[in-house]
T-cell receptor, first 113, second 112 residues
């Protein structure tokens, strides 16, 4: 079955620095890649997504890049703020796999003052 | 706009007792609905999904069951809870294929 690996598992940055989280997927049929942010005690919230026909997408301080050849995609957060501290999950959906998401194992991001 | 509601937010149950968690979605029709469990340490495990009323697919064998009695209602149940059923249960919805899933705020279930 599909496997999504996510690194690092924890990430600590200084406020104002950039943070990068990377994911790799195993099945070349993956065609949709969302990123979720989960704050303590809450459900994951979609923050950005990208489809397989696009290489990069940006929304203010958040960007996602996709390299289909290498089967990896990354989340970039610039000018980090304390409220960016949370657990971040990557995920993908396979073509022909219905709408089932395969999640990465999560990255605990801590933005320090 | 669409909203998703899960309740209760927290639940403490004795081993062997029954369980019923409810999830409802508003503002959309014929959504795909999902139940996940998230153990401490983050990973999300898909338990059940449904593409329509009365249609339930189970992803993992377990002590739980799901039902969808109405288009926008999804229920997670158990007849007899086990200690291993403890966790954070999340409901989610989506519309169409290759579309994002949107999550509720979950139910924290503790089994004593």
């Amino acid at each position: 079955g599909e496997n999504v690996e996510q690194h690092p598992s924890t990430l600590s940055v200084q406020e104002g620095d950039s943070a990068v989280i990377k994911c790799t997927y195993s099945d070349s049929a993956s065609n949709y890649f969302p990123w979720y942010k989960q704050e303590l005690g809450k459900g994951p919230q979609l923050i950005i997504d990208i489809r397989s026909n696009v290489g990069e997408k940006k929304d203010q301080r958040i960007a996602v890049t996709l390299n289909k050849t290498a089967k990896h995609f990354s989340l970039h957060i610039t000018e980090t703020q304390p409220e960016d501290s949370a657990v971040y999950f990557c995920a993908d959906i396979l073509t022909g796999g219905g709408n089932k998401l395969t999640f990465g194992t999560g990255t605990q991001l801590k933005v320090e003052l | 706009s669409q909203t998703i509601h899960q309740w209760p937010a927290t639940l403490v149950q004795p081993v062997g007792s029954p369980l019923s968690l409810e999830c409802t979605v508003e503002g959309t029709s014929n959504p795909n609905l999902y139940w996940y469990r998230q153990a401490a340490g983050r990973g999300l495990q898909l338990l059940f999904y449904s593409v329509g009323i009365g249609q339930i697919s189970s992803e993992v064998p377990q002590n739980l069951s799901a039902s969808r009695p109405q288009d926008r209602q999804f229920i997670l149940s158990s007849k007899k809870l086990l200690l291993s059923d403890s966790g954070f249960y999340l409901c989610a919805w989506s519309v169409g294929v290759y579309q994002p899933q949107h999550f509720g705020d979950g139910t924290r279930l503790s089994i004593l």
